[in-house]
């Protein structure tokens, strides 16, 4: 059974930065599709970012040039750099992975961005 744990979520000033991390159980985050995903209170949950098995990334309008999405095989880990944080970056992240017909999730981290 593969286990993600989200982890690195807090609270943090707007224009401040946030590092997230998805530890995988098992060697998945090398051939896996990678994705991070967020949900904010009475929203749908929404795509952030994803990371493919041979690399291409693809990012929500919403963060492009703010957030950067990248993986480490090493220790089956995946991360999201969040940076210049908004009050509207608000919600609980959820990393997931997927191929084929298997789909993961983890339990997500709360990350809330106010003053």
């Known amino acids: 059974q593969v286990q993600l744990v989200e982890s690195g979520g807090g609270l943090v000033q707007p224009g401040g930065s946030l590092r997230l991390s998805c530890a995988a159980s098992?060697?998945?985050?090398?051939?896996?599709?990678m994705y991070w995903y967020r949900q904010a209170p009475v929203k749908q949950r929404e795509l952030v970012a994803g990371i493919g098995p041979g690399g291409p990334t693809n990012y929500a309008d919403s963060v492009k040039g703010r957030f950067t999405i990248s993986r480490d095989n090493s220790k089956n880990t995946v991360y999201l750099q969040m940076n210049s944080l908004k009050p509207e970056d608000t919600a609980v992240y959820y990393c997931?992975?997927?191929?084929?017909?298997?789909?993961?999730w983890g339990q997500g981290t709360q990350v809330t961005v106010s003053s």
């Open positions: 098992g060697s998945i985050v090398s051939t896996y599709a």
């Open positions: 997931s992975a997927v191929r084929g017909r298997y789909d993961y």
